[in-house]
C-alpha cells in the first residue's frame, strides 16, 4: 500500500514549474543587471568596473541554495554572447560568473554562518575576505583567460583589465549581496510607526548626501570636494541606530547615486578617463561598506546582548517577586500554624493540669484508674501531635528513606483496624474493614502511615456516619481506599487540604488534637514511594482518599515471629550511664528512672560538670544520653566530642531533643547517634538502650568466638 504522504505526480509536476519559474526569474533579473554593467564598460566591452550581477548571484544561492546555478550560467552566457567575444568565451565568462556565485555561498555557508553572515563583526569579515581573495579572482581569471587565449584581448592590457572586472565583482558582492539577502530575511521584523519613520529618515538623509555630494546636478568645484565626506553621516546613523539591513540599503542608495553622478561627469571621483573614475568610486564604496556593516553587526550583537541582559533582569524580577509572594504565604501559614498550634496544644495541657487537680482530691479506686487513664489517653494525643511536626521534619532534613519489599496489604488492614476500634466506637461511628489476600510492593512502614493518617483524619472530621477502609484491584494496581461521611471537602480546598497546617473550618468539628499536618505527610511520603494519591468528596456526604499501589505475586513466607526477650532478660549490673540535661527536673527524673532498671547513673546539668564528674569517677560511661540544646549554648553533641576527646574513643550517645528542626536530625545521622524526641516514651527509651547493648554484647561476644 502507498504511503499517502508521498509526492504525487501532481505535486511533482507543480514543483517542477515552481522551479522552472524560479529559474527564470532569476536568470531575467541576473540578464538585466548583466546588459546593465556591460553598458559601462570603457577598458573592455566584457571587462565592466560596474557589475552588480556577482552580488545578485551569490545572494541567489545563499537564499534559494544550489540549484539556481543553471539560471546564473544560461544568463551569463546570453549576455556575454550577445556582447563581445564567441560563442565558447561566452560559456567560459558563465563557467566563471558561475562558480564564483557557487564556491563564494559555499565557503559562506561554511564559514561564515550563511545568510546569517553579517549579524557578527567576525562573520562580517569572513565574509568580506571570501569576496576578496576566493570567490571574485574566479570569475575574472576565467573570463579573461579565455579572452586572451582567444585573441579578444591584449596582453599588455590584461592587467588593467583583470582589476577592473576584479574591483567590479568586489563591489557587487559587497554592496547588492548584504542588501538582497537581509531584506530576505527580515520577514520576521515587525515595523512599528517609529522605526518606518527613523528608515524613511536614514534613507531620505543618503540620498540628499548623494545627491549634494556626487550628483551631476551641482557644479562640481574644488570647495565640493570635501562634501563626499558627508557620506559617512548616514552610513553611522544606520549602523549605529538601525543595523545591518538598512546599513546595507543607505550603502546602495550612495552606490547608485555615486556611479550615476561620475557616469554623467559630476562629483569628485570624474577624471579624463572613465575607467579610472568607476575604480575610484568603488575604493571608496568598498571603503565605506565593509566598515559600516562591521560597526552595524558589532552594535547589533550588543543590543542582542542588551536584551538577553534585559530579559533577564525581568526574569529574575519576576522570580523575585514570586518568591517574596511564596515566603509572605510561607509566613502567613506559619503564623496562622502558631496560632492554632497554641490552641490545639494548650487544649490537652489545659485538660491534664485538670486530671493533676482531680488525682490531689481523695478518690475512689475506680476513679482515680479512670483519671489515669485519661492523663494516658491525653499525653498520647500530645504524643500524635509531635510526631507528626517530627514525620515533617523527616521528610524536610531528607533523611527518610523507603526500603521497597513485598507484603500482605491485609497485615496493615489488621492494624487499621485495631488502632481506630476503640475510638470510632467512642464517637458513635462504624468502622468496616475489608479484608483483601493481596500483595503489595512498598514500604511496609511508610505504607502503614499513610493509612493511619488518612484514618486518623477520616475519625477526627467524621462526626456521624462511619469510616470504610477496602481495596480494589485495577490491573497491576492495588487500590486502597479510605471512605468517611464527613462534612467533605470543597472543590477549591481540594489541592490546598495537602499543604502544611491546613485545617479546613468546621463549626462541628471537635478541634481536640490536629496541627492540620497529616494529609501533607500523606502527599509527601506518597512523593517519596512513588504512589499516586486521589481524592474525591462531596460538601455534606463526605470524601475518599485513594493510595494506587504496585500489587506483586503473592509469597509464601517461613517466617516464625522473632520472640522479643523482657527487658529484664538483659544483664545492666555494671552499666554506666552519663545523663547530661540542664533542666533538673528532668535530670532527676532521668536518672532515677535508669537507676530503678538497674543502671549506675552519673548525672550532669552542664559540659564541665560532666567532665568534673568522670574525672572524680575514673571510669568510662558505657553510653551518654544527654539533651540536644544545652543552656551553655553548645550542643549535646558538642559535650560528647568533648567526653570522647578526653577518653580518647568514641561512646555511643542518645540525644533527646523537643526540637523538630531538620538540623538536629541531619547531625546527630551524621555522627552516628541515635536522636529521640521528646516528648519520649519511658518504654521506648528503655527498649533502645537494651537493644543497643545487646548489639554490644552480641559484637563483643562474636569477636571473643572467633
Not at 611 to 622: F, G, K
Request: hydrophobic share 45%; glycine share 8%; charged share 20%.
Amino acid at each position: 500500500m502507498s504511503d499517502p504522504r508521498s509526492p504525487t505526480p501532481e505535486t511533482h509536476f507543480r514543483r517542477g514549474i515552481r522551479y522552472a519559474g524560479g529559474l527564470v526569474a532569476i536568470g531575467g533579473i541576473y540578464f538585466a543587471l548583466a546588459k546593465g554593467g556591460l553598458a559601462l564598460a570603457s577598458i573592455h566591452p566584457s571587462a565592466t568596473p560596474i557589475w552588480p550581477p556577482t552580488g545578485f548571484a551569490l545572494a541567489a544561492v545563499l537564499l534559494w541554495g544550489y540549484r539556481t546555478w543553471p539560471a546564473i550560467f544560461a544568463a551569463a552566457v546570453i549576455a556575454n554572447a550577445t556582447t563581445a567575444g564567441s560563442v565558447a568565451t561566452a560559456i567560459a565568462i558563465a563557467t566563471g560568473n558561475s562558480l564564483e556565485a557557487v564556491v563564494g555561498a559555499y565557503l559562506i555557508n561554511r564559514w561564515s554562518s550563511g545568510c546569517d553572515t553579517f549579524s557578527r563583526p567576525d562573520s562580517v569579515a569572513k565574509f568580506a575576505l571570501i569576496c576578496f581573495v576566493i570567490a571574485t579572482p574566479i570569475s575574472a581569471s576565467i573570463g579573461l583567460t579565455s579572452l586572451a587565449t582567444a585573441g579578444y584581448i591584449e596582453r599588455a592590457n590584461f592587467a588593467n583589465a583583470w582589476v577592473t572586472w576584479w574591483l567590479g565583482d568586489v563591489t557587487g558582492a559587497l554592496v547588492i549581496a548584504p542588501v538582497i539577502v537581509l531584506w530576505a530575511s527580515s520577514h520576521s521584523y515587525a515595523f512599528n510607526r517609529n522605526e518606518f519613520l527613523e528608515t524613511a529618515g536614514v534613507l531620505v538623509t543618503a540620498a540628499a548626501v548623494g545627491l549634494i555630494a556626487f550628483s551631476p546636478l551641482i557644479e562640481q568645484t574644488p570647495s565640493r570636494d570635501p562634501l563626499g565626506f558627508l557620506a559617512i553621516l548616514p552610513m553611522l546613523w544606520a549602523a549605529l541606530r538601525r543595523g545591518p539591513r538598512d546599513t546595507a540599503t543607505v550603502a546602495l542608495v550612495l552606490a547608485g547615486i555615486t556611479i550615476w553622478g561620475t557616469f554623467t561627469g559630476g562629483g569628485p571621483f570624474t577624471t579624463a578617463d572613465l575607467n579610472v573614475s568607476f575604480l575610484l568610486v568603488l575604493m571608496f564604496l568598498i571603503s565605506i561598506t565593509v566598515p559600516s556593516l562591521l560597526l552595524s553587526a558589532d552594535v547589533e550583537v550588543r543590543k542582542k546582548a542588551e536584551e538577553r541582559l534585559r530579559r533577564a533582569q525581568i526574569n529574575l524580577e519576576q522570580k523575585v517577586a514570586e518568591r517574596t509572594q511564596q515566603l509572605e504565604l510561607a509566613n502567613a501559614a506559619q503564623s496562622r500554624f502558631f496560632a492554632m498550634a497554641s490552641h490545639d496544644l494548650r487544649q490537652p495541657l489545659h485538660a491534664l493540669g485538670l486530671f493533676v487537680a482531680q488525682l490531689r482530691m481523695p478518690l475512689k479506686s475506680g476513679e482515680r484508674t479512670r483519671t489515669i487513664e485519661q492523663i494516658d489517653a491525653t499525653r498520647k494525643e500530645m504524643d500524635e501531635m509531635f510526631n507528626s511536626l517530627l514525620d515533617i521534619s523527616r521528610l524536610d532534613a531528607g533523611i527518610l528513606t523507603s526500603k521497597i519489599t513485598e507484603f500482605p496489604i491485609g497485615r496493615l488492614l489488621q492494624k487499621i483496624e485495631m488502632a481506630f476500634d476503640q475510638a470510632t466506637r467512642e464517637k458513635g461511628l462504624r468502622l468496616r474493614v475489608r479484608r483483601n489476600d493481596a500483595w503489595v510492593r512498598s514500604d511496609a512502614m511508610l505504607l502503614e502511615r499513610i493509612l493511619l493518617n488518612l484514618a486518623s483524619n477520616a475519625v477526627r472530621y467524621t462526626l456521624r456516619g462511619g469510616i470504610i477502609v477496602g481495596c480494589r484491584r485495577r490491573g497491576a494496581m492495588l487500590r486502597i481506599e479510605v471512605w468517611d461521611t464527613g462534612p467533605g471537602i470543597p472543590e477549591d480546598q481540594k489541592q490546598n487540604i495537602f499543604g502544611e497546617f491546613v485545617q479546613l473550618p468546621a463549626p462541628e468539628r471537635n478541634r481536640y488534637g490536629g496541627l492540620g499536618l497529616g494529609l501533607a505527610i500523606v502527599d509527601r511520603l506518597c512523593v517519596l514511594l512513588n504512589h499516586q494519591v486521589d481524592l474525591a468528596s462531596t460538601v455534606g456526604r463526605g470524601s475518599r482518599f485513594a493510595i494506587l499501589v504496585p500489587m506483586a505475586e503473592e509469597c509464601v513466607t517461613s517466617e516464625e515471629p522473632v520472640e522479643q526477650p523482657h527487658p529484664a532478660a538483659f544483664a545492666v549490673e555494671g552499666k554506666v550511664i552519663l545523663v547530661i540535661a540542664d533542666a533538673p527536673v528532668v535530670l532527676e527524673v532521668t536518672g532515677g528512672l535508669l537507676g530503678n532498671w538497674g543502671y549506675s547513673v552519673l548525672t550532669a546539668g552542664s559540659d564541665e560538670a560532666a567532665l568534673t564528674r568522670l574525672a572524680e569517677r575514673q571510669q568510662r560511661p558505657d553510653l551518654i544520653v544527654s539533651d540536644y540544646h544545652l543552656a551553655s549554648g553548645k550542643t549535646g553533641i558538642q559535650v560528647i566530642e568533648q567526653i570522647n576527646a578526653a577518653f580518647g574513643s568514641s561512646i555511643p550517645a542518645i540525644l533527646v531533643s523537643g526540637d523538630t528542626a531538620p538540623e538536629p536530625l541531619r547531625d546527630a545521622k551524621d555522627r552516628g547517634y541515635i536522636l529521640l524526641h521528646k516528648p519520649v516514651d519511658p518504654m521506648q527509651l528503655r527498649a533502645v538502650m537494651h537493644e543497643f547493648f545487646r548489639d554490644h554484647d552480641d559484637r563483643r561476644d562474636t569477636g571473643a568466638a572467633s
